[in-house]
Nanobody, 125 residues
Framework: VQLQASGGGLVQAGDSLRLSCAAS????????MAWFRQAPGKERDFVAG????????YYADSMKGRFAISRDIAKNTVYLQMSNQKPEDTAVYYC???????????????????WGPGTQVTVSS
């Protein structure tokens, strides 16, 4: 199983950025894909998640309205569109895959089995 995230970089406050995570080696049925982020000295926090079957989406409350998660079934790829970025969005962003998650556990880091290596996003003021 491999999760390969890409799309990170250095942007200015107010800019937009789209992250991608390509999954391979997974049977996508019953999979929930998610993005987490970890700022220096802080814990890894849930950002957004999406059920592969059905496309139900979940967001951290603080991300609603600025971030959007989506998937491309044909490409086995999940995206995180980030808009109106702020310096506090600076973090390493990780994609993760979990199986048979119920709604109450989608935001729980320890429910995800596979993790990608992360991609750095830096937002300058």
């Amino acid at each position: 199983v491999q999760l390969q995230a890409s799309g990170g970089g250095l942007v200015q406050a107010g800019d937009s950025l789209r992250l991608s995570c390509a999954a391979s080696g997974l049977t996508m049925r019953d999979v929930t894909m998610a993005w987490f982020r970890q700022a220096p000295g802080k814990e890894r926090d849930f950002v957004a998640g999406i059920r592969w079957s059905g496309g139900n989406t979940y967001y951290a409350d603080s991300m609603k309205g600025r971030f959007a998660i989506s998937r491309d079934i044909a490409k086995n790829t999940v995206y995180l569109q980030m808009s109106n970025q702020k310096p506090e969005d600076t973090a390493v962003y990780y994609c993760a895959a979990g199986f048979r998650l119920i709604a109450s556990t989608v935001r729980s880091r320890d429910r995800y089995i596979y993790w990608g290596p992360g991609t750095q996003v830096t937002v300058s003021s």
